[in-house]
């Protein structure tokens, strides 16, 4: 079974502070997706990436795969209220893992005037 | 334009009672589809999938089980209702082509068994 831990679980903030949420697993994923969800929503995705290293920007959201495909990390740049809400990474399995994604344990954030 | 309704948005059920929740996907073929559980605040457990009409596979043994009869309708249903079948439903599609499997999700069911 692939599992995926985000630390950490909660994170209370400022608005223009900095931050990083980290996404780890001991299995390698073909892809490593990030989404956000609001409350009484479904997730909405953010990132794909898909090459050991890669870094994606999206605005003030920096996105980067590690080197062996086992990890994921997000950095926010001075961070808003609209970045409120629940980030999931999940990542899609080599083999056996079929069509399906494995949902990361999911990091509430809150930003705070 | 591809879209995913998902419906009863909010339900409330006594124990032992069946259940349905429905999900239908416009503006795409031969989607996959998906329906996951929600605790709150927390990660998303896969409970079923389906890569065609009447295909599906479980993830979870449990009290649920899914129903695909037409290609982008899916269905969770269960003949009797478990107080530990409380949670957040989520019902989400996809389309595999070349590159990652990218899931579109629907707006969710909660679901309160008292």
């Known amino acids: 079974t692939q599992l995926l831990e985000q630390s950490p679980q909660f994170l209370s903030i400022q608005e223009g502070e900095n931050l990083t949420v980290y996404c780890n697993s001991s299995?390698?994923?073909?892809?490593l997706q990030w989404y956000r969800q609001e409350p009484g929503e479904g997730p909405v995705l953010l990132v794909t990436v898909v090459t050991g290293g890669e870094v994606k920007k999206l605005k003030r959201l920096t996105f980067q795969f590690g080197d062996a495909r086992k990890d994921s990390s997000l950095h926010i740049t001075a961070a808003q209220p609209g970045d409120t809400g629940l980030y999931l990474c999940a990542g899609e399995g080599l083999t056996g893992g079929g069509n399906k994604l494995t949902f990361g344990t999911g990091t509430q954030l809150k930003v705070e005037l | 334009s591809q879209t995913i309704h998902q419906w009863p948005a909010t339900l409330v059920q006594p124990v032992g009672s069946p259940l349905s929740l429905e999900c239908t996907v416009e503006?795409?073929?031969?989607?996959?589809l998906y329906w996951y559980r929600q605790a709150a605040g927390r990660g998303l457990q896969l409970l079923f999938y389906?890569?065609?009409?009447?295909?599906i596979s479980s993830e979870v043994p449990q009290n649920l089980s899914a129903s695909r009869p037409q290609d982008r309708q899916f269905i969770l249903s269960s003949k009797k209702l478990l107080l530990s079948d409380s949670g957040f439903y989520l019902c989400a599609w996809s389309v595999l082509g070349t590159g990652a499997n990218v899931l579109t999700f629907g707006a969710g069911s909660r679901l309160t068994v008292l």
């Open positions: 389906s890569v065609g009409i009447g295909q």
């Open positions: 299995s390698v994923f073909s892809s």
């Open positions: 503006g795409t073929s031969n989607p996959n």
